[in-house]
């Protein structure tokens, strides 16, 4: 069973910044793309950023200009860069990780993010 460990949440002023670490049981290259979801207390888990085997990088709306996936073959890490924190971006951040053939889609536990004053 893959598993996908997440670190990196805390809290943070607003302003500030965290890099997100998700570090997957099998080779980054064996997924089709990679990626970060989040969930805030009473809203639908959603799309934060998304990277592919190819490097082709999908952000949402609110994360264009603040955060940047990337990935780090030798340490089989992927990142999420996450600069000038507002309060809303406070959830839990979910590291994903997506395989087209057989269809697979593979979760870790979640990592809290908390930005506030």
């Known amino acids: 069973q893959v598993q996908l460990a997440e670190s990196g949440g805390w809290l943070v002023q607003p302003g500030g910044s965290l890099r997100l670490s998700c570090a997957p049981s099998?080779?980054?290259?064996?997924?089709?793309?990679m990626g970060w979801y989040r969930q805030a207390l009473g809203k639908e888990r959603e799309l934060v950023a998304r990277i592919s085997r190819e490097d082709t990088t999908q952000y949402a709306d609110s994360a264009k200009g603040r955060f940047t996936i990337s990935r780090d073959y030798a340490k089989n890490t992927v990142y999420l860069q996450m600069n000038s924190l507002k309060p809303e971006d406070t959830a839990v951040y979910y590291c994903?990780?997506?395989?087209?053939?057989?269809?697979?889609?593979?979760w870790g536990q979640g990592t809290q993010v908390t930005v506030s004053s």
């Open positions: 099998e080779t980054i290259f064996s997924f089709n793309a």
């Open positions: 994903n990780g997506f395989r087209a053939g057989p269809f697979s889609d593979y």
